[in-house]
């Protein structure tokens, strides 16, 4: 089995052997959300500490995808990703039989150090799978595996721990990553040729061009917004839309539905046309954000433009995945999507920062989503200015893809 992109018009099966670990990942980076209670009652801290372990993880993802990115760069990338999941899942288990606190945090940092590698790899192993107008749709394929855990897998694991206890749900996510390694090793083909060692210095000069470091920052901005909105949708439901506790779920339903549909868009719009799309995907998340703040009052509005979140945010992932895959070139790209996954977690981090510096100093709730909307009307900026900067270099940049090809 070798890894020669298909001209079908079906995508290959081995893409979705990513979505399922992508699904497996996605699940324990969110589950911890709806199992802070029973973990800090058992574990006797603060919810405030047991929050931490969110940010933790994020920031093992933003430390770690960089890091783990070079030192597996000469690696066969099937094994990488089957080595990811082991990683994965023993970090799960370790999570499962965590004694204490500082225990659960090292595992969970640990867990996440598989995270942005898996999906820098498996976005460029998901490319070579396929042709070259589909290169967008292969990612936003393997991506949904990220947008089915938030929509089922979160849900499911918080009910899991509700009544068997918390442990139960990292016990089941391990059991996921068991399932995910199988699958993995069994449909991805091996690379079809031996990689040729590409030199640190080659790879980070590739990264650090400026249309790959625009990239980045246009995903931080963009998530930025999201979360700055997004940490705080269930105080805002309660609190400002008057909706009982009992329907947030249920408008959380609403949100992962609208994910998996943004997701797949956005793959459809890069492919037709790369640049183009992360204007318009990140010019309409700005737009639903704003919106957001006008609507916030009205219950059906709010569950409408909730959905609608979610379409938009993630219709500008495979937009900015691509960007930076394409404008990386060879010898960076397995670097730069590692990076930019990392730079979806800054921006998260970011934004849950904003949005309480918001509640704290600049008029609570009800300005969230104006603050939300200015940061990511500037990535609209950024992503006009790095379009406008590629094109006096496109047609050399054309010819010297093609020189690699």
């Given at each position: 089995?070798?890894?020669?992109?298909?001209?079908?018009?079906?995508?290959?099966?081995?893409?979705?052997?990513?979505t399922a670990g992508a699904?497996?990942?996605?699940?324990?980076?969110?589950?911890?959300?709806?199992?802070?209670?029973?973990?800090?009652?058992?574990?006797?801290?603060?919810?405030?500490?047991?929050?931490?372990?969110?940010?933790?993880?994020?920031?093992?993802?933003?430390?770690?995808?960089?890091?783990?990115?070079?030192?597996?760069?000469?690696?066969?990338?099937?094994?990488?990703?089957?080595?990811?999941?082991?990683?994965?899942?023993?970090?799960?288990?370790?999570?499962?039989?965590?004694?204490?606190?500082?225990?659960?945090?090292?595992?969970?940092?640990?867990?996440?150090?598989?995270?942005?590698?898996?999906?820098?790899?498996?976005?460029?192993?998901?490319?070579?799978?396929?042709?070259?107008?589909?290169?967008?749709?292969?990612?936003?394929?393997?991506?949904?595996?990220?947008?089915?855990?938030?929509?089922?897998?979160?849900?499911?694991?918080?009910?899991?721990?509700?009544?068997?206890?918390?442990?139960?749900?990292?016990?089941?996510?391990?059991?996921?990553?068991?399932?995910?390694?199988?699958?993995?090793?069994?449909?991805?083909?091996?690379?079809?040729?031996?990689?040729?060692?590409?030199?640190?210095?080659?790879?980070?000069?590739?990264?650090?061009?400026?249309?790959?470091?625009?990239?980045?920052?246009?995903?931080?901005?963009?998530?930025?917004?999201?979360?700055?909105?997004?940490?705080?949708?269930?105080?805002?439901?309660?609190?400002?839309?008057?909706?009982?506790?009992?329907?947030?779920?249920?408008?959380?339903?609403?949100?992962?539905?609208?994910?998996?549909?943004?997701?797949?868009?956005?793959?459809?719009?890069?492919?037709?046309?790369?640049?183009?799309?992360?204007?318009?995907?990140?010019?309409?998340?700005?737009?639903?954000?704003?919106?957001?703040?006008?609507?916030?009052?009205?219950?059906?509005a709010m569950i409408a433009?909730?959905?609608?979140?979610?379409?938009?945010?993630?219709?500008?992932?495979?937009?900015?995945?691509?960007?930076?895959?394409?404008?990386?070139?060879?010898?960076?790209?397995?670097?730069?999507?590692?990076?930019?996954?990392?730079?979806?977690?800054?921006?998260?981090?970011?934004?849950?920062?904003?949005?309480?510096?918001?509640?704290?100093?600049?008029?609570?709730?009800?300005?969230?989503?104006?603050?939300?909307?200015?940061?990511?009307?500037?990535?609209?900026?950024?992503?006009?200015?790095?379009?406008?900067?590629?094109?006096?270099?496109?047609?050399?940049?054309?010819?010297?893809?093609?020189?690699?090809?």
């Amino acid at each position: 089995m070798s890894s020669k992109p298909s001209t079908s018009t079906r995508m290959p099966l081995a893409l979705y052997a990513l979505t399922a670990g992508a699904f497996g990942i996605g699940t324990t980076e969110f589950v911890i959300m709806g199992l802070l209670t029973q973990v800090a009652a058992d574990l006797q801290v603060s919810i405030a500490a047991a929050g931490l372990l969110i940010s933790g993880y994020a920031l093992g993802v933003f430390v770690g995808a960089p890091l783990l990115t070079i030192a597996t760069g000469r690696l066969p990338r099937k094994a990488v990703l089957v080595g990811l999941m082991v990683v994965f899942t023993l970090g799960n288990l370790a999570c499962a039989l965590a004694p204490d606190y500082g225990w659960l945090m090292a595992a969970r940092v640990i867990t996440s150090l598989a995270h942005g590698t898996f999906f820098g790899v498996g976005a460029v192993v998901a490319t070579s799978l396929v042709a070259e107008d589909r290169k967008a749709s292969a990612i936003s394929v393997m991506f949904t595996g990220l947008t089915v855990a938030t929509l089922l897998g979160v849900p499911a694991g918080a009910w899991l721990g509700l009544e068997y206890g918390w442990r139960s749900t990292f016990w089941a996510v391990a059991a996921i990553g068991v399932l995910a390694t199988v699958i993995i090793a069994t449909l991805v083909p091996k690379d079809a040729e031996a990689r040729t060692p590409i030199p640190i210095k080659r790879e980070l000069a590739a990264v650090m061009q400026p249309q790959v470091l625009l990239g980045l920052l246009m995903t931080v901005l963009g998530f930025a917004g999201v979360f700055t909105v997004y940490t705080y949708i269930q105080p805002i439901l309660l609190q400002v839309t008057g909706l009982a506790e009992t329907a947030v779920s249920g408008v959380l339903l609403v949100f992962g539905m609208g994910m998996i549909i943004g997701n797949l868009l956005g793959g459809r719009l890069a492919d037709r046309r790369p640049a183009g799309s992360l204007v318009v995907t990140l010019g309409v998340l700005a737009l639903v954000l704003a919106a957001i703040g006008l609507v916030m009052r009205s219950p059906v509005a709010m569950i409408a433009f909730t959905g609608l979140l979610g379409v938009a945010a993630f219709a500008t992932v495979s937009p900015m995945q691509l960007w930076v895959l394409q404008k990386a070139g060879a010898a960076g790209r397995t670097l730069a999507s590692s990076l930019n996954i990392g730079a979806f977690n800054l921006g998260n981090a970011l934004g849950a920062w904003l949005g309480g510096m918001v509640l704290v100093h600049a008029g609570g709730l009800t300005h969230v989503s104006w603050a939300a909307a200015l940061v990511t009307l500037a990535g609209v900026g950024v992503a006009v200015i790095a379009i406008r900067l590629a094109r006096p270099a496109r047609k050399g940049a054309d010819i010297a893809l093609c020189a690699e090809g």
